[in-house]
């Protein structure tokens, strides 16, 4: 993508009503909308939230499913997700929004259990050793998402690295989170959710036609 391309879509992100883009101080000190995220949406709805949401695939398709659901996809790279919310816009999708920040700060984008489900879908697995606190589901990470989800909150990873896959499941078992389901190879099982299979990035489908398989968790938090 080209600087000028990039620099229209940082403008027109600007004029997005779904579209929040505070600063890293005005994120750790000042966020309007942490504990009020209701009153954003006007509705006492679930808040869905995607992390690391690219061009925010998911969080449009998940919204287009469940009306009666808030979705909110967050990201550091507004160019990407400016499809996401242009085309949230373009069809009226009231239940949608993005915020430009660090995932880091997701606890101090959102209150404490203010959110009902998170979704991690294709991460940076950050296979070397010195990069694991850059994973985002390492213990760290897990922390800040029990800070900000219900008791009962839901968490999604949907990757295609085995290794992340891995990862995670040894990390979740060894601490005692409860796992609800979890498979190496989401579309070769019956019982996977429906949310899982039938929905799909631009790049899962390439991952698809090479033959890579998708591996799928959903578990619960436990401290």
Same mark, same amino acid.
């Given at each position: 993508? #080209?600087? *000028?391309?990039? !620099?229209?879509?940082?403008? $027109? /992100?600007?004029? +997005? ?66 499809? #996401?919310? *242009?085309?949230? !816009?373009?069809?009226?999708? $009231? /239940?949608?929004? +993005? ?66 896959? #891995?990862?995670?499941?040894? !990390? ?52």
């Amino acid at each position: 993508m #080209g600087s *000028k391309n990039k !620099l229209k879509r940082f403008q $027109e /992100n600007e004029t +997005f009503k779904n579209v929040i883009q505070p600063t890293r101080e005005e994120a750790i000190n000042s966020f309007s909308y942490k504990g009020k995220w209701h009153s954003f949406f006007g509705n006492n709805n679930p808040i869905i939230v995607e992390l690391g949401c690219g061009k925010g695939e998911y969080t449009i398709a998940l919204a287009r499913k469940n009306p009666n659901k808030n979705y909110i996809g967050i990201d550091i790279k507004g160019a990407r997700f400016w499809r #996401g919310a *242009k085309t949230a !816009l373009e069809e009226n999708l $009231e /239940n949608v929004a +993005f915020v430009r920040t660090q995932i880091e700060l997701v606890d101090f984008i959102f209150a404490k259990q203010e959110v009902s489900e998170i979704w991690i879908t294709f991460p940076d697995p950050q296979i070397k050793y010195q990069r694991t606190k850059h994973r985002m589901t390492n213990a760290a990470f897990l922390k800040k998402y029990d800070a900000v989800l219900k008791e009962d909150g839901i968490i999604n990873l949907k990757t295609d690295s085995e290794f992340m896959h #891995g990862y995670t499941l040894g !990390l979740l078992q060894g601490a005692g989170h409860e796992i609800l389901y979890a498979n190496h190879n989401v579309y070769n099982n019956e019982g996977a959710p429906k949310e899982v299979t039938e929905t799909q990035t631009f790049y899962e489908n390439q991952y698809l036609e090479k033959g890579k398989w998708i591996t799928y968790i959903q578990f619960r938090l436990k401290y």
